[in-house]
């Protein structure tokens, strides 16, 4: 009996203290993440901190995605990246039926924090939720709900964070693509508004921004003091929430690159009706062309003057130019007259050299870019083949 109470004392000693979980009377800190949702605002999932202090009876998710539509010119601020969004404390489980609701699974990753790492974080989060303190300048991927959880956890920390040395192969593009593929509407979007600047490699620490790669870092990170000591800075993890099964939203009928080739296959009748009719149909050519030039003045208003990262250096400017819009008075009055003009020509010129060259443009393109190239060539290509039977000089 002697010798089975001795070898029990000899196992409790070689369990590393750092690797025992936080006792339950002090504050304790979680990490939760929340896996996507189904509508476009939940494509990426969400992150938070929970923390726990029994002796004041708090139980309260920080989340630092909470923003008002009620704010003063919310969607012209959101579009020039000048969006604030708020930290706000959410009883824990008010929280979590929110996430019941929509059918996605929480995980919480309870945070091996010293008692005082984990007063000062709840007590530096509880200042921030403040009035004159809970608005911060909400940028998609460098300063999300999820890096905000990671920032102050290291900010609270005696030491820092070393994270994993992997590095995830993918570019930020690349990346949201992988969370939006169940929305390809929202897909091409992203691929519409941003730009080359989105197509490079990500790092360990730029992986960040999305919730679940936060939690897969936290996973295997370790809190290295001064003295070079280090501890987990996950004690452990559980599923707080189950993902629920079923009841998604059915996608919209008609997927991105059906309706380019649908258009593309518009374009090609129209343009064996006019030769067969012999006439030219200027009105198709003013709606495609102000579609062009407004697409284009978008993706150039973004890329001089929004905040969001990403939307700058956006090379299908090509492709939708802003300058189809000044053309087109002279297109329908030469049309109209069954004249000849020179945008045509030129038209035609540039886009080629797109098709020609895409290959090596430094930017990823979605994938009816190469459908809209073909149906927006059909125009001039029509032309030519009215000037040739014509006889048009």
């Known amino acids: 009996m002697k010798l089975a109470r001795l070898f029990i004392l000899l196992l ?43 002796a004041r009876g708090l139980d309260l998710a920080f989340n630092y995605g909470v923003f008002s539509f009620n704010q003063p010119h919310f969607i012209w601020n959101f579009v020039l990246g000048k969006c604030d969004y708020m930290l706000c404390p959410v009883e824990w489980d008010y929280f979590l039926l929110e996430y019941r609701e929509r059918g996605s699974s929480v995980t919480e990753q309870v945070l091996n924090l010293m008692p005082d790492e984990a007063s000062n974080l709840l007590a530096e989060l509880l200042v921030g939720c403040r009035m004159e303190n809970r608005r911060y300048r909400y940028n998609f991927l460098f300063n999300n709900c999820t890096t905000k959880v990671r920032d102050a956890i290291e900010h609270n920390v005696a030491g820092h964070v070393v994270y994993p040395d992997t590095i995830p192969l993918h570019t930020f593009r690349q990346m949201l693509r992988q969370y939006a593929s169940r929305n390809q509407w929202a897909q091409e979007g992203n691929d519409l508004l941003l730009g080359a600047d989105v197509d490079t490699m990500l790092t360990a620490r730029s992986a960040m921004f999305a919730p679940e790669y936060m939690m897969r870092y936290a996973a295997n ?25 079923g009841g998604e939203i059915r996608p919209f009928p008609l997927q991105p690159l059906p ?23 200027w009105p198709w050519d003013v709606m495609l062309l102000l579609a062009q030039g407004l697409v284009g003045c978008l993706l150039l208003f973004m890329s001089l003057f929004s905040q969001h990262p990403g939307v700058g250096h956006n090379w299908l400017l090509w492709l939708f130019n802003p300058l189809a819009l000044f053309f087109l008075r002279k297109v329908a009055a030469a049309a109209s007259r069954r004249g000849k003009t020179l945008w045509h020509a030129v038209h035609f010129s540039y886009l080629t050299l797109f098709m020609i060259f895409s290959p090596w443009i430094p930017q990823e393109f979605g994938n009816i870019v190469v459908p809209l190239a073909l149906a927006f060539m059909t125009r001039p290509f029509s032309y030519y083949l009215y000037y040739r039977k014509n006889r048009i000089r």
């Not at 002090?26 to 969400?46: A, I, K, N």
């Not at 000591?229 to 599923?239: G, I, K, N, Q």
């Not at 380019?260 to 129209?270: E, G, P, T, Y």
Request: a negative charge; aromatic letters at 6%.
């Open 221 to 245: 990170a370790v809190i290295r003091q001064d003295n070079n000591d280090s501890r987990p800075l996950v004690a452990y993890t559980c599923e707080v929430l189950p993902k629920r099964n």
């Open 259 to 281: 309706a380019a080739l649908c258009f593309l296959a518009l374009c090609l009748a129209l343009v064996a009706v006019e030769r067969w009719l012999n006439l030219m149909l």
């Open 12 to 54: 409790f000693a070689l369990i590393p203290v750092h690797a025992l979980p936080q006792q339950q009377e002090g504050v304790r800190v979680s990490l939760v993440t929340c896996s996507p949702g189904d509508e476009v605002y939940s494509l990426y999932g969400h992150t938070a901190i929970r923390c726990t202090d029994p």
